[in-house]
């Protein structure tokens, strides 16, 4: 495995993140990518605006029983337990930084057109400053985080890398992918969360 990198942020000194581009080897990489094919995705509905309008990607939640994740306040994931492959990658993960996750979110990014736009992830149900594990399969898209109020950095996730926002990351940074107009196959990213509800 590659020795973990801190982007440099030019607004400051350096991003409140870790990155592991070589996290998983690409045969375990495409191994992970076909069985995410196979998980339970969905299209869900978000309430914008006073107006409801279909999520721009596909989700699924994978989790501990109990452990309901709430966003924006109008959309509700309830976990489906654990599949073997997903519970050995949370393991892995929490071997390699040392931070615990009850919860993975899967957004499938079909097109350019599927997106998510600048926020925090900033839910009451992960507790206070988390951290938050990505990993990036299939296609590269454009990932930005900027500190909020400054200016973006871009980067680019690759095939079996992953990404850790580290504790105090959500409150002082905000992150997006933004539509692009260029072709770009599916990419699938994995949030691996804490949580501080459901069973143990």
């Not at 000194?13 to 069985?35: C, G, I, M, N």
């Not at 969905?42 to 989700?59: D, S, Y």
């Not at 979110?105 to 990505?134: C, F, L, T, V």
């Not at 992150?175 to 804490?194: D, E, G, S």
Request: hydrophobic letters at 35%; a positive charge.
């Amino acid at each position: 495995m590659k020795q973990l990198l801190l982007f440099d942020d030019p607004t400051t000194a350096v991003l409140p993140v870790r990155y592991y581009p070589d996290f998983l080897s690409k045969p375990e990489a495409d191994e992970l990518y076909q069985h995410c094919q196979q998980l339970q995705w969905q299209q869900n509905q978000i309430r914008m605006l006073g107006k409801t309008i279909p999520v721009p990607r596909l989700e699924c939640i994978y989790g501990d029983e109990g452990c309901d994740y709430l966003y924006s306040n109008s959309v509700l994931l309830k976990p489906l337990a654990w599949t073997e492959p997903l519970a050995k990658l949370r393991d892995k993960i929490t071997a390699a930084t040392g931070y615990s996750f009850r919860i993975v979110i899967g957004n499938q990014y079909r097109s350019g057109q599927d997106s998510i736009g600048w926020h925090a992830d900033k839910e009451s149900s992960m507790g206070i400053e988390p951290a938050i594990a990505s990993i990036s399969l299939g296609s590269a898209r454009k990932f930005q985080l900027k500190p909020i109020g400054g200016k973006p950095t871009d980067f680019w996730l690759e095939h079996g890398s992953l990404l850790v926002m580290l504790p105090g990351c959500q409150t002082t940074h905000v992150h997006q992918v933004p539509k692009t107009t260029k072709f770009v196959t599916t990419r699938i990213n994995l949030t691996f969360r804490p949580h501080v509800g459901g069973k143990f």
